[in-house]
C-alpha cells in the first residue's frame, strides 16, 4: 500500500485545487471568496475547478504592480511554502506532476537522464528570471501594462487547465471565434511537452517549470523532505543512480522528495521526515508499522472530511457570488441589486480617511466613481491623478477611492497620501475585504465602478483607465457636461489620413436607430469596411465582436458596401450570428468615399476620443492587433487634436 501513497495523495490535491465540480459543468470560473488564496502547486487560477489561485501568476501580478515597492505579501507566501515544504510539493501535491507521471505511463522508449539533461534543468532558471520576473516589472514599470510573461507565452497549465477546459464546455463554444496566434503557440507548446513527458520523465518539471526552480532553491532547509542518516550510509550512490530527476545528491534543488530513493538503499539510510517526525521509510518494525499506519488512517480520515466539507462549500448554489439583499415587495424596485452592469449597487458606508463618513445612499442623484487601489499597485498610482482632475472637471461628480485592507492600515494610506494634492475622498476597506466583494474585487488592481443616478452598474472593470475613457463615461452616467468639456480645441485638418480628424456623417442603422459620428465624441470609434462575400471580412468579424465585449466604452460600426446586396438581404445574412456590433448599409456609397474605401475589403479604420484617425488600412485584423490599436487611442494624447 505504501507505494500507492503518492498516488492518493496527488490524486487528493489535484481534486482539492479543483473542487468547483460545478464549474465543469457550467463552464464558468469560480468567483468565491477563497480565490485570492494561492495553492502550493502549479494549477491554473482560469481552470473552471480551480478554487485557489496560482502562486506563479500571483507572484506575475504582484510584480507588475510593485513599482518600487517590493510585493511582500506574495513572496512570503512563496517562503511560506518553501521553507515549509520546498519540492516536496513537486513531487506530492502538484497535479502538473501527477499528470506527467501518467503519460510517462504510456509504452514507448525512455530517454534516461545524462549529462545533458543536467545541463537542460538549469533552462527553468533562465525562465524564472524572464519569464516571471523580469518581463512583469519590465512591463509594469515602463509601460504601467500587466504582462504576466509566462502565463502567457508557455505555461502549459494554463492551456491545459484553463482554456481547454474551458472550451471543452458547449456553453463556451462562442469562445473558439476569439482564438488567436498565442493560443495556437500554446497550444503547440503543450503538445510537444506532451509527447516529450512519454518519452522523458516529467519533462516540464526538469527543465521548463519555474515554480519548481523557486522551490528548488529551499530545497536544503525545507522543513519537509528526503534525509539521510550519514551512519546508515554506506556512500554506494543506488540513489541517485536510480532516481529519475536530476539529483547529484539526494535532496538537493533538483530532488522533488518523491521517496522512491528510500526503496533502493541497501542500508535503510534514506527517509521522508518533517523536521524530527518521519513520515515515511522503508524499512521498520512491526510496532512502528501498526503505529504509523494508525496515525496514517487517522490522517486520512481527517482529509476526508476536511475535502468534503470543502466540495460542498463552493459548490453550494450561488457561494461564488456576493449574497445580494433580497428586494422585498416594499421596496417597488425592480432593478436587482449587484454589482454586475444594469444591477443597482447595494448601500453601504464607510469611515474615510481624514475624518467624515461616505454614504452610498446619500449620493442618490448623483454620478459616483468608486476606485479601488493600493499604494504597493504601480497602475493605480499612475491613474489617480486622472480621478483628481475629473472631480474638478465634474464637481457634481462623487469619487471614492478605496484601498485595500488585508495589507496596509488606515495610518499608513494617510502617510502615502500626506504629500499627495489629491481632492478625492478615500477610505480604506476592513481587513474582512467587505467593500471588495460587495464590488466584485480581488487582489487584481486597479478596478473601477461607475454608477449613474439612480445607483446603477454602467461599469466594473479590472483595468487601467484613462481621462478619454472616465469622461465618455461620465458622461454616459449623466453626469453634467458641455460640449466644451467633451471636446477639446483642436487645428487637425479634416480628413481620413492618419492624424486628421474624420469628418462628421451619419447613417441609418438596420437594426433600427441613426449613427451619428458626433454623438460619440470623447468614445473611440471603430469603422469596419465589410461585405458578406467577403471572406476575410467574415472571418474577422468575430474579433471586432471579442472587443466589443471587452472594451464596451469603444463603438463599432460595421459598414456593408452597398452597391450590390439590400439592407434586407444583410440582414437575413446577419440573423445567423449573434455579434454584439452596429451594422450599416452605405447604400450610395458616401461613407466608403468619405474614408478613402474601395472594391478591397476589409478596411478598418480607429478615431480617438477626439475623432482623429490613428489607423487606416486595407488588410484583415486580429485580436491583438485590435486590442493595441483601442489602447493607443484610448492613451493618445498627441497633439495632432
Not at 1 to 27: D, P
Not at 130 to 156: D, E, R, S, T
Not at 372 to 379: N, Q, R, S
Not at 421 to 440: A, H, I, Q, S, Y
Amino acid at each position: 500500500m505504501a507505494k500507492y501513497t503518492r498516488k492518493l495523495v496527488q490524486l487528493y490535491a489535484a481534486l482539492l485545487y479543483n473542487a468547483h465540480l460545478k464549474g465543469f459543468v457550467e463552464g464558468e470560473i469560480y468567483q468565491g471568496k477563497i480565490k485570492s488564496v494561492c495553492v502550493p502547486g502549479l494549477n491554473c487560477y482560469s481552470c473552471p475547478g480551480a478554487i485557489g489561485a496560482c502562486p506563479l501568476g500571483a507572484l506575475q501580478n504582484a510584480l507588475n504592480a510593485s513599482g518600487h515597492r517590493a510585493p511582500w505579501y506574495v513572496l512570503g507566501i512563496l517562503m511560506l511554502f518553501g521553507l515549509t515544504l520546498g519540492r516536496t510539493i513537486c513531487g506530492w501535491i502538484c497535479p502538473m506532476g501527477l499528470i506527467q507521471e501518467l503519460l510517462h505511463k504510456i509504452p514507448g522508449p525512455k530517454i534516461r537522464k545524462s549529462r545533458v539533461t543536467r545541463v537542460l534543468s538549469l533552462l527553468k532558471y533562465v525562465i524564472l528570471v524572464v519569464f516571471v520576473i523580469a518581463i512583469p516589472l519590465w512591463y509594469g514599470l515602463q509601460h504601467n501594462l500587466p504582462m504576466p510573461g509566462f502565463c502567457k507565452y508557455i505555461c502549459p497549465a494554463g492551456t491545459l487547465e484553463g482554456a481547454v477546459g474551458l472550451l471543452a464546455n458547449e456553453e463556451n463554444s462562442g469562445l473558439f471565434a476569439t482564438l488567436g496566434l498565442y493560443f495556437t503557440r500554446k497550444w503547440v507548446i503543450l503538445v510537444i511537452l506532451g509527447l516529450a513527458c512519454i518519452f522523458c520523465y516529467r519533462a516540464f518539471c526538469r527543465f521548463l517549470c519555474p515554480l519548481g526552480a523557486l522551490y528548488g532553491l529551499f530545497n536544503r532547509v525545507a522543513l519537509t523532505g528526503v534525509r539521510v542518516e550519514a551512519g546508515k550510509c554506506s556512500g554506494c550512490g543506488r540513489c541517485v543512480r536510480t532516481c529519475s530527476m536530476d539529483v547529484r545528491r539526494v535532496g538537493d534543488r533538483e530532488c522533488i522528495s518523491c521517496g522512491k530513493c528510500m526503496h533502493h538503499c541497501p542500508g535503510g539510510a534514506i527517509s521522508l521526515k518533517c523536521g524530527k517526525l518521519t513520515l515515511m521509510k522503508a524499512e521498520e518494525d512491526t510496532a512502528e508499522r501498526r503505529k504509523r499506519r494508525l496515525w496514517g488512517r487517522i490522517a486520512w480520515g481527517i482529509a476526508v472530511v476536511f475535502l468534503a466539507f470543502v466540495l460542498v462549500w463552493v459548490n453550494l448554489p450561488g457561494e461564488e457570488r456576493v449574497p445580494e439583499t433580497a428586494v422585498t415587495a416594499e421596496d417597488a424596485d425592480p432593478v436587482p441589486e449587484g454589482y454586475e452592469k444594469g444591477q443597482r449597487l447595494k448601500n453601504f458606508e464607510a469611515d474615510l480617511i481624514g475624518g467624515g463618513r461616505f454614504s452610498l445612499e446619500a449620493c442618490r442623484g448623483r454620478v459616483v466613481i468608486l476606485n479601488l487601489w493600493a499604494t504597493y499597485c504601480k497602475p493605480c498610482i499612475t491613474e489617480l491623478p486622472l480621478f483628481d482632475q475629473l472631480k474638478k472637471k465634474y464637481p457634481d461628480v462623487e469619487i471614492l477611492a478605496i484601498h485595500e485592507g488585508t495589507i496596509l492600515g488606515e495610518a499608513d494610506v494617510e502617510a502615502f497620501l500626506r504629500d499627495r494634492d489629491w481632492d478625492l475622498k478615500f477610505t480604506v476597506d476592513t481587513t474582512e475585504g467587505e467593500l471588495f466583494r460587495l464590488v466584485n474585487g480581488s487582489s487584481t488592481l486597479p478596478q473601477t465602478l461607475v454608477l449613474d443616478r439612480d445607483g446603477k452598474v454602467i461599469y466594473n472593470e479590472v483595468r487601467s483607465v484613462t481621462m478619454e475613457m472616465l469622461e465618455a463615461l461620465v458622461i454616459e452616467a449623466g453626469a453634467e457636461a458641455t460640449e466644451e468639456k467633451i471636446l477639446e480645441a483642436t487645428d487637425a485638418e479634416e480628413g481620413n489620413g492618419k492624424g486628421q480628424r474624420l469628418p462628421d456623417f451619419s447613417m441609418e442603422l438596420l437594426k433600427g436607430g441613426t449613427f451619428h459620428l458626433r454623438d460619440y465624441r470623447g468614445r473611440v470609434v471603430i469603422l469596419n469596411l465589410w461585405a458578406t462575400y467577403c471572406k476575410p471580412c467574415i472571418a474577422e468579424l468575430p474579433y471586432f465582436d471579442q472587443l466589443k465585449k471587452k472594451y464596451p466604452e469603444v463603438e463599432v460600426l460595421a459598414v456593408h458596401d452597398g452597391t450590390i446586396m439590400s439592407a434586407g438581404e444583410v440582414s437575413d445574412f446577419l440573423k445567423e450570428y449573434s455579434w454584439d456590433l452596429d451594422f450599416a448599409l452605405d447604400s450610395d456609397g458616401k461613407v466608403f468615399d468619405l474614408v478613402d474605401g474601395s472594391s478591397k475589403l476589409p478596411q478598418t479604420l480607429v478615431l480617438d476620443p477626439r475623432g482623429i484617425v490613428l489607423y487606416n488600412e486595407i488588410r484583415s485584423m486580429t485580436s491583438e492587433m485590435l486590442e493595441t490599436l483601442v489602447l493607443e487611442a484610448l492613451g493618445n494624447t498627441g497633439e495632432g487634436g
